[in-house]
């Protein structure tokens, strides 16, 4: 009786668990804040099935870290809506790779709505009350 082991040929290209992601980030959200998570899967074995998240573009870099291996992202620097007047919603551009032979890869623009929140506030007096 002979064995024979079958190996894994990376054929399968990783996928992410959602179509679509979009987060929303309050402009006075600090660095360090937990935006939010991305999840892919790959069904194939061993180093063929290992992914590693990225962030593809420049900007994006500069703005949020992205955890290689868990996909969450956090924010780096300090958010201004006024800043990014012309486009308040940015989409970021990232690329998962598995590690095995033959490497498939896989991309997504998850969409990152800054939100703006009143920076002045106006105290209107109150109406004093009546003299006796």
Not at 81 to 86: A, N, P, T
Not at 89 to 113: M, Q, V, W
Request: aromatic share 12%.
């Amino acid at each position: 009786m002979s064995r024979s082991k079958v190996l894994d040929t990376n054929d399968n290209a990783p996928a992410f668990a959602e179509s679509a992601y979009s987060f929303d980030v309050a402009e006075n959200a600090g660095r360090g804040w937990r935006v939010g998570r991305v999840e892919a899967r790959d069904d194939d074995l061993g180093a063929n099935g290992l992914l590693s998240y990225s962030v593809v573009s420049d900007w994006a870099n500069d703005v949020f870290a992205l955890n290689p291996n868990t996909g969450v992202f956090t924010l780096t620097a300090r958010l201004d809506y006024e800043e990014v007047s012309v486009v308040q919603s940015l989409e970021i551009c990232y690329l998962r790779k598995n590690t095995g032979y033959g490497k498939h890869s896989a991309a997504i623009l998850p969409d990152f709505l800054i939100i703006y929140l009143r920076k002045s506030f106006y105290c209107l007096p109150l109406p004093l009350p009546p003299t006796v």
